[in-house]
């Protein structure tokens, strides 16, 4: 069983997705191993415009009207000041290498959401990184060189090719796709149909994802 996760960190909705996710692991109703992080960078590098408010950012990429997405930020708190996210999504894939990923993309989104600091600066991020337990001279070398460039432009071209056009985006066992914020109960039920297929156990409230019985 796995639970594929495309993301962006200057998507406030994915953040709102992640917090949902900590707390289905804080109550052990998921286990965060089966958790698989896919980045997908919103705009690529060469394309980011910095100049432009969060607002227009947000409603330029995702499609949606600037008054909408005014309403939803001032609603949920969630705007910020934009700033370029390349290198914190390569970082990302470091994280993943080193079975660090739910920790570090914890780390980014409290970073970049409640204690609205701007990773773009590399010395913030740097930090960051090795405050979950990233090797210093890896990550040193994530943030002065290309390293995981391309790994993050495959992942967005992999989740282009699977479908992937709304975050957050989340894919069950490879065969239940839910687009948009999903809460607990609508998680744990794309994990009960997959159930035959695994034998881990998932439970929030009367929603029970349960092990097989052979």
């Known amino acids: 069983m796995t639970i594929e996760f495309y993301l962006d960190y200057l998507c406030p909705k994915c953040y709102l997705q992640h917090k949902i996710i900590e707390s289905m692991v804080d ?3 998921i286990d965060p191993n089966l958790i698989i992080y896919r980045s997908f960078e919103m705009v690529d590098e060469k394309d980011f415009d910095q100049s432009i408010a969060f607002a227009d950012f947000i409603s330029k990429y995702k499609h949606l009207p600037k008054e909408e997405v005014v309403e939803f930020l001032k609603g949920t708190n969630l705007d910020i000041k934009l700033f370029p996210i390349h290198h914190v999504h390569k970082m990302f894939h470091l994280a993943k290498r080193h079975a660090l990923a739910y920790a570090y993309n914890q780390s980014v989104f409290k970073a970049i959401y409640e204690q609205h600091l701007d990773l773009s600066d590399l010395d913030i991020l740097k930090k960051l990184s090795l405050s979950v337990g990233l090797p210093k001279d890896e990550v040193e070398q994530v943030l002065y060189t290309n390293k995981y460039s391309n790994a993050v432009i495959s992942n967005k071209e992999n989740g282009l090719l699977k479908g992937v056009h709304m975050l957050p985006f989340l894919r069950i066992n490879k065969m239940i796709k839910l687009e948009g914020i999903q809460d607990e ?12 297929k695994s034998n881990h156990e998932h439970c929030i409230g009367e929603h029970c994802y349960r092990k097989r019985v052979n």
């Open 27 to 29: 109550h052990k109703s």
């Open 185 to 196: 109960a609508i998680i744990i039920e794309a994990l009960n149909v997959e159930q035959p």
